[in-house]
């Protein structure tokens, strides 16, 4: 039984189901204790389609991660996805009026209320309201204006939203499946939580979260959240490509993609020694006679792994390309100075890091969690990064909110612990331990 404070994050995706368990020391450290994965049924691109096939999904996923913590949950953080989501950023300004000049919470609650107060389409709702800087008087980019002496502030907030009925249909998967919305986060934050590093937010850095039905971005600049969006693609395009060219079943193109597949025609070419072929076009007809060969077999020749790195290369180059046309339909795209960091499952096809650079022209890595310790070997690949986001996410809320007890329940509780300790004073001090902590 975990003795420190325990947080849970649940990732509902377009091909898994990802619950991680953490549990919250003293010291503020979070570490994994339990982990459970199951394959995503009733959920197309980011969007629940199927309720009752989504919450079974859930409960083998929580049930998973349960077994491996040896403790049960109540409450998760959720991830939620789609190409409904939509950010936008938004500006106010209001006068300080007092005396003294000095700003006040009372003063950043109101540019804040100003700034969110957007027409929205009666079909949508505010997911998150994220404040990014302030502005007193002349002065510019502040991070924390409160205590500041001012006659006008000025804020700038990202307002993320999403369709209705997709957090609704969210919420009653989960409830459905026994457990409480501790919150929701959309994908894209608790990905880039999970990867990015404070100099890359505050340098400017570009996040990509390619999942299965869908592909997350995330920019952030001067440690601020600049742009959202998630596009209506992702890693489940490229296996299909592959089922369809190799004539086989999505399951068997899957394992062809994770065992052999290379992001690029060039890097498998350079992995068997072969000569450079300008050809673009995959050899169709040869994939096909000999993709059952290879399956079976499990050694591909060299000939099948270029062929098969064809197709990859032409799917990611649309997906990456996509990506980058919509972040620089952003305006962004000058302020990466870090660069941009892909991350989730279609982040693992080795090559990856090389074909993006190509395609953005900027420096490029692979994210991987960070921030967490415990089961390091099963949650430290990048499909795991919405996961982890969740959790950190979860574990900064949980320690704004110190642990406290009544005044009843406390003295309940100490003369329980009385009548524990004169029975078995070390059995029951460690017993009592165990329970308060759970």
Same mark, same amino acid.
């Given at each position: 039984?975990?003795?420190?404070?325990?947080?849970?994050?649940?990732?509902?995706?377009?091909?898994?189901?990802?619950?991680?368990?953490?549990?919250?020391?003293?010291?503020?450290?979070?570490?994994?204790?339990?982990?459970?994965?199951?394959?995503?049924?009733?959920?197309?691109?980011?969007?629940?389609?199927?309720?009752?096939?989504?919450?079974?999904?859930?409960?083998?996923?929580?049930?998973?991660?349960?077994?491996?913590?040896?403790?049960?949950?109540?409450?998760?953080?959720?991830?939620?996805?789609?190409?409904?989501?939509?950010?936008?950023?938004?500006?106010?300004?209001?006068?300080?009026?007092?005396?003294?000049?000095?700003?006040?919470?009372?003063?950043?609650?109101?540019?804040?209320?100003?700034?969110?107060?957007?027409?929205?389409?009666?079909?949508?709702?505010?997911?998150?309201?994220?404040?990014?800087?302030?502005?007193?008087?002349?002065?510019?980019?502040?991070?924390?204006?409160?205590?500041?002496?001012?006659?006008?502030?000025?804020?700038?907030?990202?307002?993320?939203?999403?369709?209705?009925?997709?957090?609704?249909?969210?919420?009653?998967?989960?409830?459905?499946?026994?457990?409480?919305?501790?919150?929701?986060?959309?994908?894209?934050?608790?990905?880039?939580?999970?990867?990015?590093?404070?100099?890359?937010?505050?340098?400017?850095?570009?996040?990509?979260?390619?999942?299965?039905?869908?592909?997350?971005?995330?920019?952030?600049?001067?440690?601020?959240?600049?742009?959202?969006?998630?596009?209506?693609?992702?890693?489940?395009?490229?296996?299909?490509?592959?089922?369809?060219?190799?004539?086989?079943?999505?399951?068997? &193109?899957? =394992? @062809?993609? /994770?065992?052999?597949?290379?992001? +690029?025609?060039?890097? %498998? #070419?350079? *992995?068997?020694?072969?000569?450079?072929?300008?050809?673009?076009?995959?050899?169709?007809?040869?994939?096909?006679?000999?993709?059952?060969?290879?399956?079976?077999?499990?050694?591909?020749?060299?000939?099948?792994?270029?062929?098969?790195?064809?197709?990859?290369?032409?799917?990611?180059?649309?997906?990456?390309?996509?990506?980058?046309?919509?972040?620089?339909?952003?305006?962004?795209?000058?302020?990466?100075?870090?660069?941009?960091?892909?991350?989730?499952?279609?982040?693992?096809?080795?090559?990856?890091?090389?074909?993006?650079?190509?395609?953005?022209?900027?420096?490029?890595?692979?994210?991987?969690?960070?921030?967490?310790?415990?089961?390091?070997?099963?949650?430290?690949?990048?499909?795991?990064?919405?996961?982890?986001?969740?959790?950190?996410?979860? &574990?900064? =809320? @949980?320690? /704004?909110?110190?642990?406290?007890? +009544?005044?009843?329940? %406390? #003295?309940? *509780?100490?003369?329980?612990?009385?009548?524990?300790?004169?029975?078995?004073?070390?059995?029951?001090?460690?017993?009592?331990?165990?329970?308060?902590?759970?």
């Amino acid at each position: 039984m975990p003795l420190g404070r325990i947080v849970a994050g649940l990732d509902v995706g377009t091909t898994k189901v990802t619950t991680i368990i953490a549990e919250v020391d003293e010291s503020e450290a979070v570490s994994v204790i339990g982990v459970g994965q199951t394959e995503s049924r009733g959920v197309e691109r980011g969007m629940i389609v199927n309720l009752d096939e989504t919450v079974d999904s859930i409960q083998k996923s929580v049930e998973r991660a349960q077994h491996m913590a040896g403790c049960r949950i109540s409450s998760v953080y959720v991830g939620i996805g789609g190409e409904h989501i939509r950010g936008i950023n938004s500006h106010a300004a209001v006068t300080v009026g007092k005396i003294t000049n000095e700003i006040s919470e009372e003063d950043v609650k109101r540019v804040i209320d100003h700034a969110q107060n957007v027409s929205m389409p009666a079909d949508m709702t505010v997911i998150h309201v994220i404040p990014q800087e302030y502005r007193v008087d002349d002065q510019k980019h502040i991070i924390q204006p409160i205590g500041l002496a001012g006659s006008r502030l000025e804020g700038e907030v990202h307002i993320v939203r999403g369709a209705a009925t997709a957090e609704q249909n969210l919420r009653r998967a989960v409830q459905r499946a026994g457990l409480q919305v501790a919150g929701i986060v959309i994908q894209p934050l608790a990905s880039a939580l999970a990867v990015l590093s404070p100099d890359e937010q505050e340098w400017g850095v570009a996040m990509l979260d390619i999942g299965g039905g869908t592909t997350d971005i995330a920019v952030y600049h001067r440690r601020c959240i600049r742009h959202t969006a998630v596009l209506s693609i992702g890693s489940a395009y490229v296996t299909s490509d592959i089922a369809i060219g190799c004539s086989i079943l999505m399951s068997e &193109a899957e =394992q @062809l993609k /994770k065992q052999y597949g290379r992001a +690029s025609r060039q890097l %498998a #070419e350079q *992995e068997h020694n072969l000569p450079e072929d300008p050809r673009e076009q995959p050899d169709i007809r040869f994939l096909r006679e000999n993709t059952r060969a290879v399956l079976d077999a499990k050694i591909p020749e060299p000939k099948f792994s270029v062929e098969l790195a064809r197709i990859i290369e032409m799917r990611m180059v649309e997906l990456l390309g996509a990506a980058w046309f919509e972040i620089r339909k952003s305006g962004h795209q000058e302020y990466l100075a870090s660069g941009v960091v892909v991350t989730g499952g279609g982040a693992m096809v080795k090559g990856v890091a090389e074909l993006a650079q190509r395609v953005f022209g900027v420096p490029v890595r692979i994210g991987y969690p960070l921030g967490v310790g415990g089961i390091r070997e099963s949650v430290a690949t990048p499909a795991n990064a919405t996961g982890v986001g969740l959790v950190l996410f979860g &574990a900064s =809320q @949980l320690l /704004k909110t110190p642990q406290t007890m +009544s005044m009843t329940d %406390a #003295e309940r *509780e100490l003369e329980r612990l009385n009548q524990e300790m004169q029975r078995k004073p070390l059995e029951g001090m460690r017993r009592w331990l165990k329970e308060f902590f759970a």
